[in-house]
């Protein structure tokens, strides 16, 4: 049986006060396990990116339990759960959120020194990493020098410098071309296998659907459809 | 100083130069303010430290010579002589008489002093040489620079001329300046032959100076007496009461502008890199990573703006100088110690108030 890396159980999450609360997440129960990439699939207002922020614990549940690394994320002191995101969940933004004044490298070697590296081993693992995902030119570049699809592989190589156990995604592709789009999700894909990881995405790409393990469909807050793919999809 | 810090403020360098601009300012006022205060305090008090009197006489009731009066007669100085422990006792007469050359009128703090006794005289000539005669006077050197006067000019004193002999330094007191005449020129300006200011003692050795103070109370009733550094502890006292509130009040609004301008790029940075910093919250920055990434800005800014204001701060002097000799800035190491770790607390307060612009970034902003 695979480890569970994140769960969800029977949650809710409203924002506002009594007077315009409004319900972004209701009655979820979502199991992710190791190995696997799983594809939240909904449009806009959904409430995919609400899912992924209870994930990686950056939101508490108004109500039910959200589970992180086998412990409720309730009981995480909030150091702690720094400590995970920085070690142990990698993201990937929609629009990369690269930090503008630093180069590639030091993008991604600062989530390693985020993660407990000093700064030496930090820009040497990067370099590394740059090397392993064929982008080492990119290296001394500002992200603002970059092409889209250059953009979202650097983002890609921040996401799993820290040997993330998750890696959450949200509309990774949504401003890559159809053919950068395809290789960034078959990266992410590729991790998910090789490394056995566990990659959550969420889109509203219906082209992501053939590599992810498994597509929950998410509508008004609610899971309203969950397929697991066949092993001869892809 | 992390580099996330230089690497933002070297991104905007348009921004970045007015800004250290404008931190070099506050810094050049402060250090101008501090410099302007102790030239101020030297020239006061130069003329009172050269001249050691073992114990300075005054008229009951008065303390200093800066911003007092004090009247006795000469008939106190054949008294001060003759008692068994006074060695000598220099008369000196002070008065605000206005001088004239070169068709302008300008007041002087005057000094009438006896040449011809061991105390009383200018602490420094420069240039010429100390009076000799009744028709000859020093003039402080910014004084005459401003005038135009030069050792050889003569000058009008209460329609009288007066020879220019020597140029003294250390007689600036910003507002005034000292001029030394003798005490039979200084007699006649006041209108009275026999009155003085004070008397210097010098004490007899083998006379303790407490004792002799003492005695000399009892033998010259009617008169304050005080011993050196008292009486330039009364001067400098004085001289601070006088200066200090506006230097402190003009340096306070000063710190005050420096805080306000880094606390407001402070956070217009934080606020422009809004999404930066939710970023990194989100991907795991420990809180303390984000606070020192806005201090190191600060301390930065502040060290770019201490070295750009020490570079122009001695040129500035001159120009200053130049401009308005009255201004006699005096700068020593210690100044400049104090006024750029002023400037590195600012710095800090500033970072200290713009963080709770950073507290108000949530992770979740990454996401939206």
Known sequence: MMETIAELADVTKTFGTNGGRACAVKNVSLQITRGELILLLGPSGSGKTTILTLLAGLLEPTSGHCMLFEEDIAKYPPEKLREVRANRIGFIFQNFLLIDALSVRDNIALALQFAGRSRKNALDQAQKLLHSLNILSLSDKLPNKLSQGEKQRVAIARAIANNADLIIADEPTASLESKQGSEIIQLLHRFAKEQKKCVVVASHDLRLVEFADRVIRIEDGMIVEKRVRRDNDV | ?368
């Not at chain 2, 006795?72 to 068994?84: A, F, V, W």
């Open chain 2, 1 to 368: 100083m992390n580099l996330y810090s230089i690497r933002i403020l070297v991104s905007q360098p348009l921004r970045l130069i007015l800004t250290v601009g404008g931190v070099a300012l506050c810094i050049l006022l402060m250090l101008f303010l501090i410099s302007v205060y102790h030239g101020v305090a030297e020239g006061s008090m130069l003329y009172i430290r050269h001249n050691s009197a073992d114990l300075w006489v005054l008229q009951n009731n008065s303390w200093n010579i800066l911003r007092g009066t004090s009247l006795l007669s000469t008939g106190h100085g054949i008294m001060l002589r003759r008692l068994p422990y006074v060695e000598s006792a220099s008369p000196i007469l002070l008065g605000l008489p206005a001088i004239s050359a070169h068709g302008r009128t300008v007041s002087t703090f005057l000094v009438g002093y006896d040449p011809n006794e061991p105390l009383g005289g200018p602490p420094h000539i420069v240039r010429g040489r100390a009076i000799e005669n009744d028709d000859e006077i020093v003039l402080d050197e910014a004084f005459c620079a401003r005038m135009g006067i030069e050792v050889g000019t003569t000058v009008e004193m209460n329609d009288e001329p007066l020879q220019v002999v020597g140029i003294s330094s250390g007689t600036n007191a910003f507002v005034i300046q000292y001029s030394f005449v003798s005490l039979n020129r200084a007699q006649i300006v006041a209108g009275f032959s026999t009155i003085v200011s004070c008397y210097l003692v010098k004490i007899r050795p083998g006379y303790g100076i407490p004792k002799a103070a003492k005695l000399l109370h009892d033998d010259l009733p009617g008169v304050e007496v005080f011993d050196h550094p008292t009486f330039i502890e009364n001067n400098y006292r004085e001289m601070q009461s006088g200066f200090l509130p506006l230097l402190f009040t003009i340096a306070t609004i000063g710190a005050i502008v420096l805080t306000v301008i880094l606390s407001l790029l402070l956070s217009i940075s934080i606020l422009e890199r809004r999404k930066d910093f939710a970023v990194m919250k989100t991907i795991g920055s420990p809180s303390a990573f984000l606070s020192a990434v806005v201090s190191g800005q600060a301390l930065a800014l502040c060290m770019a703006g201490s070295v750009l204001a020490l570079v122009l701060f001695f040129p500035l002097c001159q120009i200053v100088m130049t401009l308005t000799p009255e201004l006699s800035p005096i700068v020593k190491i210690e100044h400049v110690g104090v006024v750029v770790l002023a400037a590195a607390m600012i710095s800090l307060t500033s970072s200290f108030i713009s963080l709770q612009r950073l507290r108000n970034i949530y992770a979740l902003e990454a996401f939206i």
